[in-house]
């Protein structure tokens, strides 16, 4: 081949290996699990699901007192921001605590069984579950809401309703909040105040001395344990909710954080 005929392939070769660089290497970032992502990109805000029909009923009372504690392991809804507006979840919904801190709209679907007339829906942040019997057995799909709740869209004697129901995303006022309980070889994660999907999927912590990703695992409800040594660390955040959106907090947690505080970070809007 005629040196001029190399050279000009040789050319051709390094541009065409220059364009792929421009092409790939701007446009993807790598993640830890090999995936890659669009860089530019963000993944879109939660949006509400599709009307469904189901049946509620309610539990606890007047002043919403027997919705303290559940199965979500927020303890004191009221201190935490939810207030009387939660229900339980039958089975089906609560998919072994999966959809804790998911939002809903219910409206009463049958003005004619005790729907308050005029009333068009409420919104309610999923706290408990509605033990399995009667209407929460599966594959019943059943909303057991507060008192006060239930209240806004039937009337008491009513007992139970049919409504119709969407998953909607959760508006929170300020941001997500972390809190440890435990000791210093067992740490138990607490997390609330989540907003967009409102429920998580996966947490992972890394603490300021190896600044390595590590997974937790969820205990029960929206507890989540890891066994490390994290006491005397910064501690970074990263949670990720059902739609697949994740949201890190870094070095949320000072050196000197303590066992039972509270710190709270950026939220999903």
């Known amino acids: 081949m005629p040196k001029s005929m190399a050279a000009t392939s040789r050319a051709l070769i390094i541009s065409a290996s ?17 995936k890659r992502i669009l860089s530019g990109k963000r993944m879109p805000r939660f949006r509400p699901g599709p009307w469904k029909p189901a049946r509620a009923t309610f539990y606890g009372g007047a002043d919403g007192s027997g919705t303290m504690g559940g199965a979500c392991g927020y ?20 998919k072994n605590a999966a959809t804790c801190g998911a939002c809903y709209e219910i409206k009463c679907a049958n ?17 408990n579950v509605c033990p399995s019997g009667g209407w929460c057995s ?19 004697k009513a007992g139970v309703v049919h409504v119709q129901y969407r998953r909607v995303p959760c508006k929170k006022q300020g941001g997500v909040k972390y809190s ?16 967009g999907a ?19 695992w969820r205990n029960w409800g929206q507890k ?22 994740t949201l890190i907090s870094r070095n949320l947690f ?9 710190y709270e970070g950026k939220n999903f809007r």
Not at 147 to 156: D, H, S
Not at 182 to 195: A, E, F, K
Request: charged content about 15%; hydrophobic content about 40%; overall charge negative.
């Open 111 to 127: 003005v004619t069984e005790g729907c308050n007339p005029g009333q068009q829906s409420i919104f309610v942040t999923a706290t």
């Open 224 to 245: 989540w344990q890891i066994n490390d040594k994290l006491v005397g660390q910064m501690l970074t955040f990263r949670i990720t909710s059902s739609d697949g959106r």
């Open 254 to 262: 000072p050196r000197e954080w303590q066992f039972g505080q509270t």
């Open 18 to 34: 220059l364009l792929i660089l421009v092409l790939v290497l701007p446009n993807a970032q790598g993640l830890p699990n090999g």
């Open 198 to 216: 409102g429920d998580v999927t996966k947490v992972e912590i890394k603490g300021s001395d190896d600044q390595a990703w590590k997974p937790l």
């Open 138 to 156: 599966s594959p019943q799909e059943h909303f057991d809401l507060s008192q006060p709740a239930f209240l806004q869209i039937a009337e008491y």
């Open 75 to 94: 303890e004191d809804p009221f201190a935490l921001g939810y207030g009387l507006q939660t229900t339980a979840l039958s089975m089906a919904l609560f």
């Open 180 to 195: 440890i309980t435990g000791n210093p070889n067992y740490n138990l994660v607490s997390i609330t105040n989540v907003g």
